[in-house]
């Protein structure tokens, strides 16, 4: 069965992968329209031995069309995303705008795939460094309950988008040019990123007691999305997780420290255990065969490593090394995998009732 699809943002950074993947897995297209801002109408993409022409983002678009991959952002997204459904589309989106709705399912591939089922139109698509810990935790949970989480991200620039990675590019080429200058030029971030660590992902957030006990001010919208959606996906609304967000000079993949404490005694053995019976994971036998960003670029799984106890916690509790393409498994990957899914079940002709 071929369907009609349509790419919101296809000249972004996400995109553009949408479609590298939707090729690369032979998704089963009949008609593609790709969409952008006026300003990028009229330029040729090619795709499977064809160029296609960027077309208007605009409700009338989806005329016809059966699956949207929304790949911009959420301004984007309110105005585009119920014009698509109201014409019969589902749409996957890649914005933080409904990640949060309860009645949009919030999916990772291959870890709550039944919550497809539930969708009226729109499926959500989580945060990139929620996306790779997803596969890691559910897997923890099935076998040895989760108590509570502590993660660290170490996140690559391509997170926030071509700009970043430019930026990147040349403050580190004028580090390298002018080592004795403390000031860098920063567009992109809060501080300059060449050669630095920023602590801050997206804006500092503050809530009112009432609004979300769970969260303390001083957290970023980056922390808070991580906890929340981590919530939300396990099906786990109660679970004790607490999140530090870090830019790093990297420019593909995140990584992420984890400490786990489970309901149940594990050890180091056991997990690796479970945790190699995931297609999704790739796990490290030996310490000093930890995964990094680079061993992960371009890659599909979800690579964990440097599993140990914690020390803190030795009879219930781990610490984990966490790596994968941000890119691909947060965002274009996994937005086609649940496409296929979509497809597989049949969930594609028509929004499923509430």
Not at 23 to 33: D, M, N, V
Not at 61 to 90: N, Y
Not at 149 to 157: H, K, N
Not at 324 to 349: C, F, H, T
Request: glycine content about 6%.
């Amino acid at each position: 069965m071929s369907i009609h699809v349509a790419v919101i943002g296809a000249t972004g950074l996400v995109g553009s992968l949408v479609l590298d993947v939707l090729a690369e897995r032979k998704f089963p297209i009949k008609s593609l329209k790709l969409l952008a801002s006026e300003r990028s109408v009229g330029k040729k993409i090619a795709f499977q031995g064809r160029e296609y022409p960027v077309e208007l983002a605009e409700p009338a678009a989806f005329e016809g069309v059966d699956l949207v991959f929304a790949c911009a952002g959420g301004a984007t997204s309110a105005q585009l995303i119920p014009e698509a459904v109201k014409r019969g589309a589902v749409v996957i989106d890649k914005s933080s705008l409904y990640r949060l709705d309860p009645d949009v399912p919030l999916v990772v591939a291959g870890v709550n795939d039944e919550d497809l089922r539930k969708h009226q139109g729109i499926i959500a698509n989580p945060n990139c460094s929620t996306s790779q810990l997803m596969p890691v935790l559910k897997a923890l949970d099935e076998a040895f309950g989760l108590k509570r989480v502590i993660v660290s991200t170490y996140q690559s620039v391509s997170g926030a988008g071509k700009a970043a990675i430019d930026e990147l590019m040349s403050v580190t080429q004028e580090a390298l040019n002018s080592p004795s200058r403390s000031s860098q030029t920063h567009h992109a971030f809060q501080r300059p990123m060449g050669f630095n660590l920023i602590p801050q992902i997206d804006q500092f957030v503050s809530f009112d007691e009432h609004e979300d006990a769970s969260v303390e001010n001083g957290y970023t919208k980056e922390e808070t999305k991580l906890i929340r959606e981590t919530r939300k996906i396990l099906h786990l609304p109660n679970l004790a997780i607490t999140a530090t967000a870090v830019r790093v000079p990297v420019f593909i993949s995140h990584s992420e420290s984890v400490t786990v404490e489970c309901l149940k005694p594990v050890s180091p053995e056991e997990a690796r255990r479970v945790l190699k019976l995931r297609e999704d994971l790739v796990v490290s036998e030996r310490p000093e065969d930890y995964p990094t960003p680079l061993d992960a670029a371009g890659k599909d799984p979800v690579y964990v490593g440097r599993i140990r106890r914690d020390t803190s916690c030795p009879e219930t509790g781990l610490n984990l090394w966490v790596v994968g393409d941000n890119l691909r498994i947060g965002a274009a990957l996994n937005a086609v995998r649940l496409a296929e899914y979509l497809l597989k079940q049949s969930l594609l002709s028509k929004p499923c009732p509430a």
